[in-house]
């Protein structure tokens, strides 16, 4: 790819990464200089580490992933056996919790990712080619936005039958217009920018000018918009399990584990605080950092 | 220049209106449901089910129905729920007042708390003010709030009885008399303090646990916005030419800082409308974010398109005041 | 800055005190505060037969007789009534000076006018009972207080079933139609009844209140209710806590957890959690189909069935869905149901009896994954025995009662999916046929009335397709024709012949999985100072008329 270049766009681009680097090296120092920044990361990595390492800290990983049943053992509080408790099937909460964890990881990076595999390419289009194609996107994003998100996952979750997957799509779906809308707003304020009308001058073809030049650019407030999502989407999908259209038994899913506990909240609280913790500290995790980044990449907030 | 910016905007509206109505109905017949023999009862026969499938009209194909549908639109009949066999638009003058209050009152509380907690957090930033407010503001978005409600329910409601648990109002007082079916308005209306007192108690709890997430947004969204009109010049000259830092502030930083939070606060009442279903479960607020996923749930198409196409309206309605308000916050801005 | 914080701070301590300086509205009256998880969408006594609306139905409006779980309905608007020999015409004499809550009077012509609505508008609920035995010219007004019906054919259990009849108002009926439809969509919110109580106030989703009627023909002497308040309250939790915290006088929906939580609190008298004719069913697909369409599934083979009957931990389910307070069934009706066959075979559980079953049927584990499979389409390759199972989503019990189904089927290798979904779809799939309809799920049957019929007709007679209690899918001739004889008969020895006949060879089918009994506690509980009325099976609702408060009795 490197011998088609034309030098002037390898100038450009080595420009451009010069940038990115400074960036870097200035966006680490903030994040040092930013304990809720640093305590967004930490928790974070927490959840990754969870999720990879799940098998060896869960002590009875059978009850996060099989069909087992000790009816014997329902709903008993927190011992040295069961440090969370157990649920009404008599399964150990923290396994499920720790397990719970790699759903979490999936349904962060599959209803944020498909939401920006759809939106971001469809905005770039509209942002960079506008005239009618634009108008068309403009009018099926503001149908998307006007139309309530719940309505629609559970339409689409009654269609295709309720499971974690479906419920991760019925999410992507409802959300990809935010990033359709956020990137053609981002390709059209870089389209007026100084070094794509170079590249533009210079003949690099659109599709180049629009992946290498102004998406690349226009990647920060999507990786902001994105860190916030996972967040909310781990949320939206417990929101979806509390009326039983979200992940399936006996998936460990923290939504369902709360919204199942719920019902027992006033006599056997263990059921619905860990799998609650664990929500808790994982959107605080993803808030936080994605709050940060915010700050640390924006550029009218550095100084005073 | 305005209202000739607000009327064509009124009209761009109405093919998002169709395609609203139009996806909705989409997505309300794909379902492999069938509402009409769910209202029928488990012991229906087939002849049965096809009476009251011509009884409410959904014998017919799929896009007459449609184009019915939009023909009783426009003549005032939004048809009928399969359920409760009860008009949609009378349905919706129930649910949609009481929704209008709840989401009111929270965006109400979330500006109140947020707008100044977000001023503060940019003027002392990275302060621990700042930090702490930042974690409180997240902190609130990341509990779910059904859970939430429910914690706030059992201690505040039940344990010490501070505010009553469930309801709009005290059915021993009685309901104020009905003039736009927002209680607190009405008792207001009628000057029946007792009532007002009351509905304002019923609608505290819920109204709090709504506004948890737009106070996170809006605090930030405030704090950002501030920070940038902060580093502006004309800030800057205003402080230099000795003004009181109270006058640079709100005159004339916040004013401008306010339309991004503008444009949040219009965007999280739309979707605050249908979202509040899981306090409105908790709290037993009759709101139509409830009879949306209720309606959802039977498949009941003419309340669900009824209620979507309300929400929908709604969102655009208060997009466009948020637009129109632009110009009020900031005189440059010309609606072309 | 700071004089801004105080003025915020002020302003946020008056709004506080604004919202506490009120105290809690007067203490409850003599009336009684039900937490209820249910809405009432529908009311009309024409329409509406199952549920909650059957509850409020039962005491806006009087039937002719009325059950209270004797051997017999007494009689209530009807004074007395006689029978031909052939049982066929019903003479039924009214109670004179009985009056609709707009003081005109219950005269045989309103019963008339009752029944002909529901047959002429058919739609579901009475009419699925009557409309088989009657048509418009069956009920003939005798004089002003008699009434006379004359059944197409002979009727089994139609004194048991005319309980369900409640009498409406013609007058204010017909004031409220529109578009000719006999006020179906007034009398869905509204009433026109002489029953003891009237509604004061209808709120949709949220409160619903109900106050005497004064006229009531059976007085107020003594000690009864004021009025009832019903409150639509979604959360368990809430509910609890509500009757907890002295709020709720009655809740409902809860499980048998809560019921011991409250256990010293609540209302402890017996009667009020006795047996009661619910079942709780595991229906599966008897006419399945593999995906192909056509050929045959595992679960049209009785000996499957039956090993799925052996290897069902009905202990696990009585636990965890009723800590205790139930049994396994005995058969496909409960034990308290008119003509039950105490022989009956009970499937008790026998892993070693369901594997033996599974390989007489020529199921073996022959790629050693632990799932029992077999050729059954013939393509030389074997399908592995995996059914789907559904609840209704949100149903937490229902949910409970397919995690025991699956794991106690692993144990004999037969893999099940446990699949939510909403009950609107599960209905439509339903309908669509056994191609369509899912291989197993999960139902709780309440029968109308104290009669097999009630229970066995609509679950096993195949003219039933499309319901879903139907979901068996059991098509068998010799069923279907003892049915018919049963309901026809009004011989009761040859009834009770007929009725036990079916249970065996229900059984003997493994129809189902015939899962679990429960007893009434869970479904309401009472406050402690609730008093009198007791639980009747067959309506499986309260008359709110005989509840009163202990403590005013006195």
Not at chain 1, 4 to 10: A, G, I, K, M
Not at chain 2, 120 to 135: G, I, Q, W
Not at chain 3, 86 to 105: I, N, Q
Request: net charge negative.
């Amino acid at each position: 790819m490197a011998e088609t270049r034309l030098p002037q766009d390898l100038a450009l681009a080595a420009a451009a990464r010069a940038e990115r680097a400074r960036g870097a090296r200035v966006a680490w120092s903030l994040l040092a200089a930013s304990p809720t920044t640093l305590l967004g990361l930490g928790l974070v990595l927490l959840l990754i580490l969870t999720a990879l390492l799940a098998p060896f800290i869960a002590p009875y990983p059978d009850d996060a992933t099989k069909p087992v049943l000790h009816i014997r053992d329902r709903l008993k509080p927190p011992s040295w056996a069961h440090p969370f408790g157990t649920d009404e099937l008599g399964k150990d909460i923290l396994s499920r919790v720790v397990f719970g964890a790699r759903v979490t990881i999936e349904i962060v990076l599959r209803v944020v990712g498909l939401a920006m595999l759809i939106g971001v390419p469809l905005g770039a289009m509209a942002g960079f080619l506008g005239g009618w194609v634009s108008t068309v996107l403009l009018r099926l994003t503001d149908v998307f936005l006007a139309l309530p998100g719940l309505v629609l996952s559970i339409a689409i979750v009654m269609l295709l039958g309720p499971s974690l997957s479906h419920a991760m799509l019925a999410l992507a779906l409802v959300w990809w217009p935010g990033y359709a809308r956020l990137t053609q707003g981002q390709v059209l304020s870089l389209k007026q920018e100084g070094f794509v009308e170079a590249a533009r001058c210079v003949g690099v073809s659109p599709s180049r000018i629009i992946f290498d030049h102004i998406l690349r650019n226009a990647v920060t407030p999507l990786i902001v918009k994105a860190s916030l999502d996972m967040g909310y989407a781990i949320l939206a999908a417990a929101g979806l399990g509390y009326i039983g259209l979200g992940a399936q038994p006996p998936t460990p899913e923290w939504g369902v584990m709360i919204s199942k506990g719920r019902n027992y909240l006033a006599d056997q609280w263990w059921y619905t605080v860990f799998p609650g913790l664990a929500i808790f500290l994982s959107v605080l995790g993803f808030n936080l950092l994605g709050d940060g980044f915010r700050d640390m990449l924006d550029p009218n907030a550095h100084g005073r | 220049m305005l209202r000739r910016y607000l009327l064509r905007q009124l009209v761009a509206m109405l093919p998002t209106l169709v395609g609203i109505t139009l996806l909705t109905f989409i997505i309300s017949h794909v379902a492999p449901a069938d509402p009409v023999r769910f209202a029928a009862g488990p012991h229906a026969t087939q002849e049965q089910v096809e009476q009251l499938k011509r009884y409410f009209g959904v014998d017919q194909p799929l896009h007459l129905q449609y184009l019915n549908y939009l023909r009783g639109l426009l003549g005032g009949d939004w048809g009928r729920s399969i359920r409760s066999k009860q008009p949609v638009l009378a349905d919706l003058a129930r649910y949609f007042p009481a929704s209008l209050e709840l989401v009111g009152a929270a965006i109400f509380l979330a500006v109140l708390l947020g707008v100044p907690l977000g001023v503060v957090s940019a003027l002392r930033r990275n302060s621990l003010v700042d930090n702490l407010a930042r974690v409180v503001a997240v902190a609130g978005v990341a509990l779910p709030a059904f859970w939430l409600g429910l914690l706030l329910q059992l201690t505040l409601a039940f344990q010490w009885q501070l505010f009553p648990a469930v309801g709009r109002y005290s059915p021993e007082l009685g309901r104020p008399a009905a003039i736009t079916g927002i209680y607190t308005l009405d008792a207001l209306l009628n000057g029946n303090w007792t009532a007002f007192s009351d509905t304002l108690r019923h609608l505290a709890l819920p109204a709090f646990t709504l506004a948890v997430n737009p106070l996170a947004t809006i605090t930030r969204m405030t704090r950002a916005s501030m920070l940038e009109v902060l580093s502006r010049d004309y800030i800057k000259t205003a402080r230099a030419s000795g003004l009181a830092p109270w006058t640079v502030i709100t005159k004339y930083a916040l004013k401008n800082a306010m339309i991004p939070t503008t444009t949040m606060i219009g965007l999280n009442v739309g979707w605050l409308l249908a979202g509040s279903f899981l306090v409105e479960a908790v709290f037993s607020w009759p709101g139509i974010g409830l009879y949306t996923v209720e309606s959802s749930f039977y498949s009941d198409f003419q309340p669900i398109m009824g209620s979507t196409l309300v929400i929908g309206l709604t969102f655009l309605l208060v997009n466009l005041a948020v637009e129109a308000l632009y110009g009020l916050l900031d005189p440059r801005i010309r609606y072309g | 800055m700071k004089g801004v914080f105080q003025r915020w701070l002020s302003a946020a301590a008056l709004a506080v005190m604004v919202l506490l300086g009120i105290g809690l509205g007067g203490a409850s009256e003599n009336i009684l505060d039900v937490y209820s998880l249910v809405d009432i969408p529908n009311i009309d006594p024409g329409t509406t037969l199952d549920g909650i609306g059957s509850e409020t139905v039962r005491n806006l409006y009087d039937p002719l007789l009325r059950e209270v779980g004797e051997e017999q309905p007494i009689p209530w608007l009807a004074e007395s009534y006689e029978v031909s020999p052939d049982a066929r015409v019903w003479t039924f004499h009214l109670r004179p000076g009985v009056t609709f809550h707009d003081g005109s009077p219950v005269n045989a012509e309103a019963v008339r006018f009752t029944f002909n609505r529901f047959l002429t508008m058919n739609q579901g609920g009475v009419a699925f009972i009557f409309g088989p035995v009657m048509d418009l010219n069956s009920v003939q007004v005798i004089d002003d207080l008699t009434v006379q019906i004359t059944l197409t054919r002979p009727f089994g259990p139609f004194l048991k079933a005319i309980p369900l009849v409640f009498i409406v108002n013609p007058q204010v009926v017909l004031a409220h139609e529109v578009n000719g439809d006999l006020g179906a969509a007034w009398l869905a919110q509204n009433e026109a009844g002489s029953g003891p109580f009237v509604i004061k106030d209808w709120q949709p989703g949220q409160l619903y209140e109900f106050t005497r009627y004064d006229n009531y023909w059976q007085g107020w002497e003594g000690p009864h209710l004021q009025g009832v308040r019903w409150r639509v309250t979604r959360e368990a939790s809430t509910r609890l806590a509500a009757i907890r915290s002295g709020q709720a006088d009655r809740i409902d929906w809860m499980t048998a957890d809560d019921w011991l939580a409250l256990q010293g609190d609540t209302y402890g008298d017996p009667q009020n959690f006795g047996p009661q004719n619910n079942l709780y069913h595991i229906k599966l697909n008897n006419q399945q189909v593999l995906a192909d369409g056509v050929t045959p599934g595992p679960l049209q083979d009785k000996l499957v069935r039956q090993a799925m009957s052996y290897a069902f931990d009905y202990e696990a389910l009585v636990q965890a869905a009723a800590q205790g307070f139930g049994r396994q069934p005995q058969g496909p009706i409960a034990r308290t149901m008119p003509f039950h066959d105490d022989n009956l075979l009970i499937y008790a559980r026998d892993l070693e009896r369901a594997r033996s079953l599974l390989a007489q049927a020529g199921w073996s584990d022959s790629n050693g994954n632990g799932i029992v499979d077999k050729d059954l389409n013939g393509d030389g390759q074997p399908e592995p025995l995996e059914i789907d199972f559904v609840f209704v989503s949100g149903l937490d019990l229902y949910e409970q009662v397919g995690l025991i189904f699956q794991a106690s089927l692993a144990e004999v290798g037969i893999h099940v999916n446990v699949i939510g979904s909403p009950w609107a779809n599960i209905v439509g799939q339903q309908a669509a046929g056994p191609a369509e309809a899912w291989d197993s799920y999960y139902v709780t049957t309440a029968p109308e009335f104290n009669d097999p019929h009630a229970a066995l007709f609509p679950e096993y007679h195949s003219s039933n397709a499309g319901s879903w209690v139907y979901g068996d899918f059991y098509n068998n001739p010799q069923v279907d024709q003892l049915l018919e004889e049963g309901v026809a008969s009004a011989d009761e020895a040859r009834r009770g012949e007929i009725y036990q006949q079916v249970q065996r060879m229900l059984v003997d089918d493994a129809a189902e999985i015939f899962a679990l009994e429960v007893d009434n506690f869970a479904q309401d509980i009472f406050a402690r100072d609730v008093c009198g009325e007791k639980f009747v099976p067959g309506p499986n609702a309260w008359f709110w008329y005989g509840i009163y408060f202990c403590s005013l009795a006195s």
